[in-house]
């Protein structure tokens, strides 16, 4: 796992754990760091291997070691991000994009019980991570670069992580798009009331969709307030 520190000098921890795929260097990522330390924020981003054998051991306990070490944090988190940022204690703050929660209507989700038995961390199952799904500002080399095929191991680890998923945060705001093929949207609307869901117009990242414009100022008044933010 890789953990980078944008803005030291910021005035606030906030913790932003990326999706499987997303790398560091992606314009679109870049962007939304930007915004978020141009708000004031000390930024730690997390970039997430994409193959693990242990979602304990390989996703959640380098960051829960981490923010252990913070003295109050906000959570951003994205996708995957978001399956591990629910198994994270302490956070001021949580703000969920495209929560991976749930898997997709789909193959995956109709034979990821019998993938998760295969004894293999190869990547070589097909995943819908093209430029249509993703959002339609994602670049060519976000697509390149990401990831395009998972692994039976990761799948098992993930299932058992969404299982085992405990309650969302009262407090927790959600913004995510009807359209997502990537992460299942019903998921999300059985742990999240919709007052406190945004919904937006475009693919799985909202940083990398036209939408992201119209919804920055919110984000960043739910990263401040919570849900308050979404009835002021």
């Known amino acids: 796992m890789e ?3 944008f803005d030291d000098g910021g005035d606030e921890d906030l913790v932003f754990v990326l999706v499987w795929g997303n790398k560091l260097y992606h314009e679109n990522v870049r962007w939304l760091i930007d915004e978020l330390t141009g708000a004031g924020y000390r930024v730690h981003a997390f ?8 979602f304990r051991s390989e996703y959640l306990e380098p960051v829960a070691e981490f923010v ?3 003295d109050g944090y906000r959570l ?3 996708s995957t991000g978001g399956l591990i940022a629910a198994h994270l204690d302490g956070a001021d703050r949580r ?7 749930g898997f997709p209507e789909g193959v995956l989700d109709v034979l990821g019980p019998l993938f998760a038995k295969l004894p293999t961390s190869v990547e070589f199952l097909p995943a819908n991570t093209d430029a249509e799904n993703i959002g339609d500002l994602a670049t060519d080399r976000q697509i390149a670069t990401g990831a395009n095929a998972a692994a039976p191991s990761w799948i098992r680890e993930c299932r058992e992580a969404q ?3 405990p309650p969302i945060d009262d407090d927790a705001v959600v913004f995510c798009t009807l359209r997502d093929r ?4 019903r ?4 742990r999240v009331p919709p007052e406190r869901i945004v919904l937006y117009d475009g693919g799985h990242e909202l940083f990398s969709s036209s939408a992201r414009d119209r919804h920055l100022d919110t984000l960043l008044a739910a990263l401040e307030d919570g849900s308050a933010a979404l009835s002021a």
Not at 47 to 54: E, G, N
Not at 95 to 101: E, V
Not at 182 to 185: D, R
Request: proline content about 6%; glycine content about 2%; charged content about 15%.
């Open 47 to 54: 970039r997430i291997p994409t193959a693990i054998s242990d």
């Open 95 to 101: 703000i969920y994009l495209s929560p991976f929660w």
């Open 3 to 5: 953990q980078r520190t």
């Open 163 to 165: 299982r085992t998923l």
């Open 68 to 70: 252990a070490e913070l």
């Open 76 to 78: 951003l988190s994205h």
């Open 182 to 185: 990537i992460v299942s949207t």
């Open 187 to 190: 998921a999300i609307g059985d």
